[in-house]
Protein backbone atom coordinates (compact mmCIF):
# COMPACT_ATOMS: atom_id res chain seq x y z
CA UNK A 1 0.00 0.00 0.00
CA UNK A 2 1.25 3.19 -0.91
CA UNK A 3 0.42 4.92 2.47
CA UNK A 4 2.45 2.96 4.83
CA UNK A 5 4.56 4.95 6.43
CA UNK A 6 4.86 8.36 4.45
CA UNK A 7 4.86 11.32 4.57
CA UNK A 8 4.14 12.45 1.07
CA UNK A 9 4.22 10.00 -2.08
CA UNK A 10 5.28 10.82 -5.48
CA UNK A 11 3.57 9.98 -8.94
CA UNK A 12 6.84 9.83 -11.89
CA UNK A 13 5.66 11.30 -15.08
CA UNK A 14 5.32 9.29 -18.26
CA UNK A 15 8.61 10.20 -19.90
CA UNK A 16 10.51 10.19 -17.00
CA UNK A 17 12.27 6.66 -17.66
CA UNK A 18 14.50 7.97 -20.36
CA UNK A 19 14.09 12.04 -20.25
CA UNK A 20 13.48 15.13 -17.91
CA UNK A 21 9.81 15.09 -17.89
CA UNK A 22 7.63 17.99 -20.36
CA UNK A 23 5.54 20.26 -18.80
CA UNK A 24 2.67 18.19 -19.99
CA UNK A 25 3.85 15.23 -18.55
CA UNK A 26 3.96 16.50 -14.76
CA UNK A 27 0.55 17.82 -15.37
CA UNK A 28 -0.58 14.87 -16.17
CA UNK A 29 1.84 13.59 -12.68
CA UNK A 30 0.49 16.43 -10.38
CA UNK A 31 -3.21 15.70 -11.73
CA UNK A 32 -2.90 11.84 -11.28
CA UNK A 33 -2.16 12.97 -7.35
CA UNK A 34 -4.50 15.52 -6.59
CA UNK A 35 -7.32 13.01 -8.23
CA UNK A 36 -5.91 10.45 -5.69
CA UNK A 37 -5.93 12.66 -2.49
CA UNK A 38 -9.10 13.76 -3.80
CA UNK A 39 -11.26 10.36 -4.01
CA UNK A 40 -9.51 8.64 -1.31
CA UNK A 41 -10.30 11.37 1.25
CA UNK A 42 -6.97 10.66 2.18
CA UNK A 43 -6.31 14.53 3.18
CA UNK A 44 -9.15 14.64 5.59
CA UNK A 45 -7.41 12.52 8.12
CA UNK A 46 -3.91 13.01 10.07
CA UNK A 47 -2.64 9.26 10.24
CA UNK A 48 -4.74 7.46 7.15
CA UNK A 49 -3.59 4.26 8.51
CA UNK A 50 -3.55 5.27 12.62
CA UNK A 51 -5.47 1.95 14.01
CA UNK A 52 -6.26 1.47 10.23
CA UNK A 53 -9.47 2.68 10.81
CA UNK A 54 -9.69 5.05 7.61
CA UNK A 55 -8.88 2.23 5.45
CA UNK A 56 -10.89 -0.56 7.32
CA UNK A 57 -13.72 2.30 6.58
CA UNK A 58 -13.30 3.01 3.24
CA UNK A 59 -12.96 -0.86 2.47
CA UNK A 60 -16.54 -1.40 4.43
CA UNK A 61 -17.96 1.60 2.33
CA UNK A 62 -16.94 -0.30 -0.80
CA UNK A 63 -17.72 -3.81 0.30
CA UNK A 64 -21.51 -2.09 0.83
CA UNK A 65 -22.31 -0.80 -1.94
CA UNK A 66 -20.96 -3.92 -4.03
CA UNK A 67 -23.30 -5.83 -1.72
CA UNK A 68 -26.37 -3.03 -2.25
CA UNK A 69 -25.67 -3.59 -5.96
CA UNK A 70 -25.30 -7.25 -5.95
CA UNK A 71 -28.99 -7.12 -4.18
CA UNK A 72 -30.20 -5.08 -7.10
CA UNK A 73 -29.34 -7.26 -9.15
CA UNK A 74 -30.90 -10.52 -7.50
CA UNK A 75 -34.18 -8.34 -6.64
CA UNK A 76 -34.99 -8.34 -10.77
CA UNK A 77 -33.88 -11.68 -11.00
CA UNK A 78 -30.30 -12.05 -11.55
CA UNK A 79 -28.01 -11.01 -14.23
CA UNK A 80 -29.64 -12.00 -17.39
CA UNK A 81 -32.79 -9.47 -16.52
CA UNK A 82 -30.72 -7.05 -15.35
CA UNK A 83 -29.33 -6.96 -18.83
CA UNK A 84 -32.44 -7.20 -20.01
CA UNK A 85 -33.34 -4.14 -18.45
CA UNK A 86 -30.18 -2.20 -19.40
CA UNK A 87 -29.28 -1.51 -15.50
CA UNK A 88 -25.31 -2.21 -15.75
CA UNK A 89 -25.24 0.09 -19.32
CA UNK A 90 -27.35 2.95 -17.44
CA UNK A 91 -25.18 2.57 -14.09
CA UNK A 92 -22.05 3.13 -16.40
CA UNK A 93 -23.09 6.24 -18.13
CA UNK A 94 -24.11 7.95 -15.40
CA UNK A 95 -20.82 7.11 -13.58
CA UNK A 96 -18.87 8.62 -16.75
CA UNK A 97 -18.06 12.12 -16.47
CA UNK A 98 -19.29 14.73 -18.83
CA UNK A 99 -16.71 15.82 -21.62
CA UNK A 100 -16.38 19.83 -21.39
CA UNK A 101 -18.39 20.41 -24.33
CA UNK A 102 -20.92 19.03 -22.36
CA UNK A 103 -21.58 15.22 -24.14
CA UNK A 104 -21.09 12.18 -22.48
Not at 63 to 77: C, L, P, V
Not at 81 to 104: F, Q, T
Amino acid sequence: MFLAARSRYTTNSLDEAWALPTEHAATIALRTQQIIAHETGVTHTVDPLGGSYFVETLTNEVENGAWDYIRRIDAMGGMVAAIEKRLPSARNRRSVLPLPDGRG
